[in-house]
């Protein structure tokens, strides 16, 4: 069974930073694409960053290049995203989610999401 468990999200002050893991599970993460996604109640849900599965391609949205960084660790099954700088936009819900090789705006599995609260 295919599983995503996000954690580390919390509350953090402005130009504070947090590190989001997803634990991947019921699958071989090796040839999975992980994507971070966000969403704010009322708003749609925005792509923040994704890493192929195939190739390792690195892909950020415009509003987190720079500050955020994802990572993969295949042997432990679980892709990071380092967030460093945040600001009260970047308060969300927080999912991954996971398609085979390649990211798309359509994953196939999702993680139930994880608060982050930027706030002082």
């Known amino acids: 069974q295919v599983q995503l468990v996000e954690s580390g999200g919390g509350l953090v002050q402005p130009g504070g930073s947090l590190r989001l893991s997803c634990a991947a599970s019921g699958f071989t993460l090796d040839y999975y694409a992980i994507g971070w996604f966000r969403q704010v109640p009322g708003k749609e849900r925005e792509g923040v960053s994704c890493?192929?599965?195939?190739?390792?391609?690195?892909y950020y949205s415009d509003s987190v290049k720079g500050r955020f960084t994802i990572s993969r660790d295949n042997a432990k099954s679980t892709v990071d995203l380092q967030m460093n700088d945040l600001a009260p936009e970047d308060t969300a819900v927080y999912s991954c989610a996971a398609d085979i090789y390649y990211c798309s705006a359509a994953m196939d599995y999702w993680g139930q999401g994880i608060q982050v609260i930027v706030s002082s």
């Open positions: 890493i192929n599965g195939r190739d390792g391609t690195r």
